[in-house]
């Protein structure tokens, strides 16, 4: 009997796709809350924000290296391995943080302000900022937990930890930002803060639920006695390139809202509500995408890598059907949708064009995102690097050209996406097909 059939893949994604979907609530959240703010805190939270998720996609990368190594030991039935690999994570990521924190604390301003034109808006991305950074220390603990139970296939707990996580979030948003329950209204600063203690929740979350139900003789959270310089460099090997990958990828997008920035606050505030939806679209790819991630390192580790393209090709059928469900919906109400974020009637109507350019670059991201971290899964991140910047070469000079030289409308720019999901998919197809990824060792 086959083990990964579509049962078994929708038992292992399913938790991951309620656990993004409760986690974007708070991407939701921030930004219909502050759509009823004004458009310089909607333009604000969209640069404030993608700078730290900038930062986050370091620490993710990273998660994401540890992640294919527990899942490849898991696979052996090594499971003392898989905690040993969390536990030097979390080492590690703490010295990170605590640099880049440092970094942020006296650079960021600078690096912003060469970003933004809008005084107005740097001023309110420099007040949210200056809260925002410090969940780092939190984010650290939270991707490597996450890492950890999505290696072992465990992902129930990815559910309820990011339902706790998106009630608190909602509950202190709507405390902070507008000024309830005795609370001074903060606005945007409210986001911020919000946002930070809604991690810390998390955080506290997954090490309650680890040290009353995991068996941590098995998996190996009883052995810990130094920094296992082997070992780190071990998941540096596949993180290092997966670091680079997210922190590019992410770079680009923030270049994205650069160009559109130059065009003023009004479309930047359509382009942040675009970007909004469009990360919810994502969540079920981003579900499948790890779980095809973890799968195959899995599948790889029980030495069974004749069944690795079926895998990727059932993956990619669930993801595909899912996302024309969700793209179909969209199309078909697309001002119901935007009226969540904003009740500003222009605002609404100049978004529709590109709620329509994003469907299309989702329908292809629906396979184009399982291939791709399908060729991470097999341990050839530096292969997947290569790839990914050979794209948003492309990208950029597309949003360059689209954005800041022609200032061409906003649903125009957002078909760089399109763009970078075709490439994405043509790149990894041909190395699934042709590469010699089978004998890959991590």
């Given at each position: ?34 759509g ?18 900038c ?25 003392a ?14 010295i990170?943080?605590i ?83 005795g ?18 929740v ?18 190996g ?9 082997k ?19 992410m ?13 003023g ?44 393209m ?40 100049e ?92």
């Open positions: 009997m086959q083990k990964y059939t579509y049962k078994h893949i929708w038992n292992v994604s399913f938790p991951i796709i309620t656990g993004l979907l409760a986690q974007n609530i708070i991407n939701v959240t921030d930004t219909a809350f502050l009823r703010v004004g458009e310089v805190e909607l333009g604000a939270s969209a640069m404030g924000g993608l700078y730290y998720i930062l986050f996609t370091i620490f993710f990368g990273f998660s994401t290296g540890a992640q294919i190594i527990t899942g490849r030991r898991n696979g052996e039935k090594n499971y391995a898989t905690g040993h690999v969390m536990i030097q994570g979390m080492f590690f990521l703490m990170l943080t640099i880049l924190f440092g970094l942020s604390y006296f650079y960021a301003g600078n690096i912003m302000r060469a970003m933004i034109s809008s005084e107005v808006i740097w001023e309110a991305t420099m007040s949210f900022l200056k809260w925002r950074i410090t969940g780092l220390f939190f984010v650290i603990f939270n991707v490597m937990f996450r890492a950890f139970y999505v290696g072992i296939t465990k992902t129930q707990v990815l559910t309820a930890n990011a339902v706790v996580m998106a009630v608190t979030n909602i509950g202190l948003d709507y405390a902070l930002i507008f000024g309830h329950f609370f001074p209204a903060m606005g945007i600063e409210g986001a911020a803060i919000a946002s930070v203690i809604s991690e810390f998390s955080t506290l979350f997954f090490t309650v639920y680890t040290m009353l139900t995991i068996d941590r003789k098995k998996y959270f009883t052995h810990f006695r130094s920094i296992n310089f070992l780190l460099k071990q998941v540096l090997e596949i993180s290092i390139y997966t670091m680079f990958q997210y922190f590019i990828s770079s680009t997008f923030l270049l994205f809202f650069v160009a559109i920035e130059r065009q606050q009004h479309t930047l505030a359509i382009a942040n509500i675009i970007r909004s939806i469009y990360i919810v679209m994502f969540i079920p790819l981003n579900a499948l995408s790890a779980t095809s991630n973890t799968l195959v390192s899995n599948i790889i580790g029980e030495g069974k890598t004749g069944e690795v079926p895998l990727i090709r059932r993956i990619s059928q669930l993801s595909f059907l899912i996302m024309s469900v969700c793209v179909l919906l969209l199309c078909l109400f697309p001002k119901t949708v935007l009226s969540v974020y904003t009740n500003d009637v222009s605002l609404i109507n978004s529709v064009p590109s709620i329509y350019v994003i469907s299309v670059a989702l329908i292809i991201s629906s396979i184009a995102s399982v291939f791709f971290n399908s060729v991470s899964g097999t341990g050839n991140t530096k292969s997947a690097l290569i790839l990914e910047i050979g794209v948003l070469i492309l990208y950029t000079i597309y949003v360059y050209l689209s954005g800041m030289y022609m200032k061409l409308p906003v649903h125009i720019c957002f078909g760089a996406e399109i763009l970078y999901f075709a490439g994405i998919f043509i790149g990894s197809a041909a190395y699934l097909r042709f590469a010699d990824w089978q004998k890959k060792k991590i």
